[in-house]
């Protein structure tokens, strides 16, 4: 499928996702449920690992910031 770029995306993606695989199941389609299923997983853990990275991120930032403000009070 596409690429989901923003961790909101990829939110409202496993979120349909999970709709359209109960409905699967629902229809009593297991093989395309399954499918859904995995496919759900696979975005769940990316997301995770977007997150991850995205504190990552933000803790970098911050200790840069606070290294630059060390430095300009000096």
Not at 26 to 46: C, G, I, N, P, V
Request: hydrophobic share 35%.
């Amino acid at each position: 499928g596409a690429e989901y770029t923003t961790i909101p995306q990829l939110e409202k993606k496993i979120a349909s996702t999970k709709k359209e695989m109960e409905k699967a199941a629902r229809d009593m389609d297991f093989m395309e449920a399954a499918r859904l299923r995995d496919e759900m997983f696979s975005l769940q853990k990316k997301l995770e690992g977007m997150k991850a990275w995205s504190v990552k991120r933000e803790m970098s930032n911050h200790r840069l910031k606070r290294h630059r403000l060390c430095l300009h009070n000096r």
